[in-house]
């Protein structure tokens, strides 16, 4: 259990990133040609996290009932985990948006967004960077789905088989991962979906190989002196991709990178585990969703009333102090929404 609670910190590292990846786009860049890889890579760290506990919960759950009643089960509790914090930061959005940003959202984005249909067929967003929710919603139910009706076809053919499919489109088409800004795929679906697709079944398959080592553990001399190695290796492959300023194949590097420390982590890792699971860490990882929704208002609102809406006048060492602000407003955005909806089911009776 430490392991999966644990889990939520790495979980808010990856929206930090992402928050001083948009920080220095939004306020520091000199120019379009200007970029950062940092919040891209991040986002795919979320996604093969997000298919490798998708895979844990499969795999806990695929021995009891049937596949229907589990596939359905499993929808309904990521329906559960995604939509509060999804819907009050699409408000706030809206709100910030209408009367401070002068951004006015077309009514019939409401709808679609409220569907989890938001940047990655065309549909606009209200929220901006809606699109990984979108992706992690319906691609996390079509692999839930395979999983659940398929079991050992989809582990064996349909999940490795999407996985490269996905991957040799995107690495021989695209530079870089930088993807979901890109041309929609047959005139419907963005790449960033693709992408997705691509790293969501990464995380399953890592969590099946690592589910594989588990049942066979690997008793070779100097086991721990080669995980040490791969795990250094790894970590120098992230920090070398991270601090890119332009895009590159050599992105592609972090789906070995992030399986790695990801695999490393799950069960190689006790001391680290079970300091991370530590409740003292709690108030920080439970943030780490609402986070990424509604850090971007802020920092347009910054851009606009502090910084005058100057690009490039910003100086980046103004970044943490951004961060922190945009931590903050998570903080106040996350207790809000947990006391409006505990309300609204107290008076629904839920």
């Known amino acids: 259990m430490n392991r999966i609670v644990s889990f939520d910190f ?11 990846g948009h920080s220095y786009l939004v306020l520091c860049r000199q120019s379009e040609t200007d970029l950062l890889v940092l919040q891209n890579l991040a986002v795919d760290g979320f996604f093969i996290l997000s298919g490798f506990l998708l895979a844990l919960s499969y795999f806990h759950t695929q021995s009891a009932g049937k596949p229907e009643d589990l596939f359905f089960d499993a929808t309904r509790k990521r329906v559960k985990r995604l939509y509060p914090e999804y819907l009050f930061a699409m408000i706030i959005t809206w709100a910030i948006s209408e009367f401070f940003l002068n951004q006015h959202v077309p009514s019939f984005v409401f709808p679609l967004n409220l569907m989890f249909i938001a940047q990655i067929n065309g549909v606009p967003g209200i929220i901006n960077g809606s699109w990984y929710v979108s992706v992690l919603f319906w691609v996390g139910s079509v692999y839930s ?36 800004s890109l041309p929609l795929v047959g005139g419907f679906f963005s790449v960033g979906f693709f992408k997705g697709i691509m ?37 120098f492959v992230l920090i070398s991709c991270f ?21 490393i982590y799950y069960f190689h890792k006790e001391v680290l585990t079970s300091f991370f699971s530590l409740k003292l860490w709690k108030p920080l990882t439970d943030l780490a969703y609402t986070l990424f929704l509604v850090h971007v208002p802020v920092l347009e609102l910054a ?26 407003f998570a903080f106040v955005c996350f207790r809000v929404q947990r006391l409006l909806f505990a309300r609204l089911k107290k008076w629904l009776a839920v």
């Open 10 to 20: 790495l979980r808010f590292v990856l929206a930090i990133c992402v928050v001083i």
């Open 145 to 180: 789905a395979l999983l659940y009706y398929q079991n050992k076809t989809a582990q064996y053919v349909w999940v490795p088989l999407l996985v490269f499919c996905s991957f040799s489109y995107c690495f021989a088409i695209y530079t870089g991962l930088s993807l979901n």
């Open 199 to 235: 790293a969501m079944g990464c995380g399953i398959l890592l969590f099946f190989v690592c589910h594989f080592l588990q049942e066979k553990p690997l008793s070779f001399k100097y086991k721990n002196v080669i995980f040490i190695i791969l795990e250094a290796l790894a970590v």
């Open 243 to 263: 601090k890119r300023t332009y895009l590159s194949q050599k992105e592609y590097l972090v789906y070995f990178a992030f399986p790695v420390l990801i695999g």
């Open 303 to 328: 851009k606009k009333y502090v910084f005058e809406n100057q690009p490039g006048r910003v100086d980046a060492t103004y970044i943490p102090l951004l961060v922190i602000i945009c931590v903050a």
